[in-house]
């Protein structure tokens, strides 16, 4: 699911987003135990965090949608969306104030476990200590 290509779609379309600080992998692909029906985990550091949430079409970007859902976890809100393809990826919604250091237990748990970073414009992870 983690393709080159798809990797360079993500990249990009945070590079095009200039209210997108920063878009990590999380997750099973970011500890690089992910199997063939894992689900993929990303975090979108936004200021743009409750339209995105209202408005979710960001997600169409990626693929043909079959249906999405909309999770709450604390800080993070996530827009989860299966593809007709199988994919089923969860975009996990954050203010850029979840990298705040010292981080809170909730980012720090989901940073300890690991994390890859596709964008960070504003170097919020560059010497990030856990």
Known sequence: MLTDLFLAQLKQW??????ITALLVVGSYARGTNKADSDLDLVILTSRKADMVKGPSFVARFGDVERQQTE???ACTSVRAWYRDGREIEFGLVEPSW??????????????DGYLVLADKEGLFTDLKL
Do not use: M, N
């Open 99 to 112: 990298a705040s250091v010292p981080l809170d237990s909730g980012t720090h748990r989901v940073l300890s």
């Open 14 to 19: 945070a590079a095009e987003d200039p209210e």
């Open 72 to 74: 709450e976890y604390g």
